[in-house]
């Protein structure tokens, strides 16, 4: 398969925002250049007592808004490419559901299951330490990310609090709950999916009762996204992880297959299921594809044998700007990452808001404010879809661009 540049495919998303509102070219040209990249390197004693050089990056697309909000991923595929159309995605995904932020990511180009728990420490630490200068409550708050937990957040926020002489739980979210982690973290990018695929069967005219789901990626998003698509009447029927997918057309429970993941390692064997592969998992007749892997999965070849209603995207960048082009023309509904994915960006606000007014609310309260954002977020990208006859994700992007000029309006340009 052909690599596809992410940064490119967020360009091109931008590209056709601009169009759209037939933005200035200057201002296109700013809000296409991040703000800041910082490439760190991040030498590392290693078990076995040599040091190995790791290489780390943050992305600060734009802050007209507020603060860069954006996760931490470790991967061994992590490109500076790819951490810059992620901190972009970022700073709609923000604008999208009206938190104050702007958009940052960043990653560390490493394998994290070839690295001991002490190892990912020292990793993690010395890190934070790199990157140290340039976050803080009121400039950059990461969270967790593709590989990185509340375990990891914790040992940044340690960090950065040791070096400056007090607990600062604000300036990282996704933090464990004894450290002012917030309720309902762990659900929320599944929780988030979940809503707006309710929201989006409204429209289309779909019963979720008896509607057929398929999950690509059982990990956090993927199971959650799942466990709470069952509660609201839907049926799982495929699900996959990296070892492979399957199928059961009867339906799978998928608690069931979480505990059968957990116990073996991948969801390939459940039992009275059948393997299939990644193309025939994604083209699976269903009602709502959930693609909750990494990106780039649908392409056009992909996209003109997907037979599904909606289209909700847990994971970053799954479909391809080609491939939406395909998906629009059958009439699919997908529902862009910058939205579907957005309950994580909103719990981590709340989170944030709770560590600096250091109160905090319980699971119920917490849930409904990020189900008012999301809603609200779903139903303005869906007015103007309507209202310039384009995908969702074209709308996403000029609700979006929208906000972000509002903001950099107010604010104007200095020097």
């Known amino acids: 398969m052909v690599k596809i540049d992410p940064w490119q495919n967020a360009l091109k998303q931008l590209g056709d925002a601009a169009k759209i509102l037939k933005l200035d070219p200057g201002v296109h040209e700013m809000l296409a250049t991040p703000k800041k990249i910082l490439t760190v390197s991040l030498p590392v004693r290693m078990d076995d007592g040599r040091i190995k050089v790791f290489t780390g990056y943050r992305s600060q697309h734009n802050d007209f808004r507020g603060p860069f909000k954006g996760g931490i991923r470790y991967h061994p595929d992590v490109t500076i490419e790819e951490v810059k159309a992620l901190s972009m995605w970022m700073t709609w995904k923000c604008a999208i559901v009206d938190v104050p932020f702007g958009g940052g990511k960043g990653g560390i180009i490493c394998d994290p299951k070839r690295l001991s728990a002490g190892e990912k420490e020292r990793l993690t630490r010395r890190f934070a330490y790199a990157i140290s200068e340039i976050i803080g409550p009121g400039k950059d708050v990461p969270a967790p990310d593709v590989y990185t937990t509340g375990k990891e957040m914790a040992q940044i926020m340690d960090v950065y609090s040791m070096m400056h002489g007090q607990a600062e739980p604000a300036v990282i979210t996704g933090k464990p709950i004894p450290i002012g982690g917030s309720q309902a973290r762990n659900v929320a990018t599944g929780l988030g999916v979940a809503y707006c695929v309710r929201e989006a069967a409204k429209k289309v005219g779909l019963k979720l009762k008896g509607a057929k789901v398929v999950i690509q990626g059982y990990g956090n998003a993927g199971t959650f996204a799942a466990e709470y698509l069952e509660k609201m009447g839907a049926k799982i029927i495929a699900v996959s992880d990296s070892k492979g997918s399957i199928v059961n057309t009867k339906g799978l429970d998928s608690k069931k297959v979480l505990d059968y993941k957990n116990k073996h390692g991948s969801v390939v064997g459940y039992p009275g299921s059948k393997k299939i592969s990644t193309e025939e998992l994604l083209t699976t007749p269903c009602d709502v594809l959930v693609p909750a892997a990494l990106e780039n999965q649908i ?42 994915n957005s309950g994580g960006v909103c719990i981590s606000y709340l989170e944030w808001v709770q560590n600096l007014q250091r109160y905090y609310w319980t699971f119920d309260e917490v849930a409904g404010k990020m189900e008012h954002h999301i809603v609200r977020g779903f139903n303005d ?11 969702m994700r074209k709308a996403s992007m000029v609700l979006a661009v929208g906000r972000v000029l509002e903001a950099f309006d107010a604010r104007g340009l200095w020097p």
Do not use: R, W
Request: proline share 8%; hydrophobic share 40%.
């Open 299 to 340: 392409t056009p070849q992909i996209a003109k044998n997907i037979d599904c209603k909606i289209i909700g995207e847990a994971a970053n960048g799954p479909t391809t700007p080609e491939a939406d082009d395909v998906l629009f023309k059958n009439k699919i509904m997908v529902i862009p990452d910058i939205l579907a």
């Open 381 to 391: 990208t869906y007015a103007l879809s309507k209202k310039h006859n384009v995908d």
